[in-house]
């Protein structure tokens, strides 16, 4: 266990040393970014740092309406709803599906949607086609299906390909948990919607994190207008208190400067992947993440004044899974000091 004393960003200072920081998450590196927190103290000057008020309340602020229509333009969809968090917003989605259809679980989906009551996992080796005979033997042809875009260990883009596949005479809801996709991933960091075809017969409806790239305390789910007014009447959504206004003042104002931070994210990325391309002990699948291969390298690095992610994951007794989180703050002499001590050990 690591204890920080300083909020990270390329480094990180702990009993006054500072440590080159790839662990953690907020990709677009927004947290120490001037630009970005000038923009939240100016919206704590214009709305202050809570807004002490449920969703239903008589008195609203606009601020969050327009957040809501400007997320739903960025995500292209017919609209969007926002909560206090990652966790309440995959939930929330999850409930109201659940209220009209059974819902699944492909399996790894994170527990923030799949460890409910009323979700059913659908078994690691059973294939869609298999699946689909089953729902159809159960005369189910109206269902929904939970799913993560991305496995952030190991780092890995799911493949929905198959889903094209889905006979017409299924009527399916995919519930996709975009955490670690949105906000970097596919066509101006539009997450896995950009990159997804789906057949007529399934439709989307998105929940995610906006702390992962966005780097505020708040989540939404995004669909169509029949979903998201049904979010807003949820109980999760109606009455519990928005997340901080400031971040939500942030986000309509800082569109040029998420695409700069994304644009410099991509580059990190791909230099990370040159300096490692003949190291068979690190892998990467394009995203943020690369997994090395190496016991025990979390503590040599460390020693050497460099901080990775390393824990046992999904379970705490598992083998540390080691992973270089990569954001826009990085250097070159950031991942070159890195690959130097990869290579040393």
């Known amino acids: 266990m690591i204890t920080l004393q300083h909020i990270p960003g390329r480094t990180t200072i702990i009993d006054g040393k500072e440590y080159l920081f790839f662990s953690g998450y907020s990709y677009l590196g927004l947290g120490v970014l001037p630009e970005f927190t000038d923009l939240v103290k100016k919206g704590i000057d214009l709305y202050g740092v809570v807004y002490p008020s449920s969703r239903i309340s008589n008195t609203q602020l606009d601020l969050y309406t327009r957040m809501e229509e400007q ?43 799949s460890a409910m009551a009323a979700m059913q996992p659908i078994p690691e080796n059973q294939s869609w086609e298999e699946f689909l005979r089953q729902r159809a033997a ?40 975009d955490s670690h996709g949105i906000g ?5 960091g539009r997450g896995i919607r950009s990159v997804l075809t789906l057949p007529g017969n399934i439709e989307l409806l998105l929940n995610f994190s906006l702390s992962k790239a966005f780097h505020m305390n708040g989540g939404a789910v995004c ?35 998420f695409q700069q931070q994304r644009l410099k994210l991509h580059q990190n990325i791909e230099y990370l992947q040159k300096l490692t391309s003949n190291h068979t002990f690190v892998a990467n699948e394009g995203t943020p993440v690369f997994v090395v291969a190496k016991k025990g390298i979390a503590q040599h690095l460390l020693q050497n004044n460099t901080i990775i992610s390393s824990f046992g994951y999904p379970n705490p007794e598992d083998d540390p899974v080691n992973r270089v989180v990569v954001n826009a703050l990085h250097t070159k002499s950031d991942f070159e000091r890195l690959v130097h001590l990869l290579e040393a050990f």
């Open 138 to 177: 159960a005369n189910e042809y109206r269902f929904a299906v939970a799913a993560d875009s991305m496995y952030i260990t190991p780092g890995h883009i799911n493949d929905f390909s198959f889903l094209k596949n889905t006979p017409a005479r299924f009527t399916i809801t995919l519930i996709i948990d």
């Open 71 to 113: 997320l739903a333009a960025f995500v292209q969809t017919e609209d969007a709803a926002c909560v206090s968090s990652g966790f309440l917003s995959a939930r929330t989605a999850v409930e109201v599906v659940a209220e009209e259809m059974q819902v699944y679980a492909f399996q790894h989906t994170h527990p923030a949607s």
């Open 223 to 257: 669909g169509s207008r029949k979903w998201i007014n049904a979010v807003r009447r949820h109980v999760n959504y109606a009455t519990s208190t928005p997340f901080m206004p400031a971040l939500a003042y942030a986000f309509t104002q800082a569109s040029d400067l």
């Open 184 to 188: 970097w991933l596919g066509k101006d």
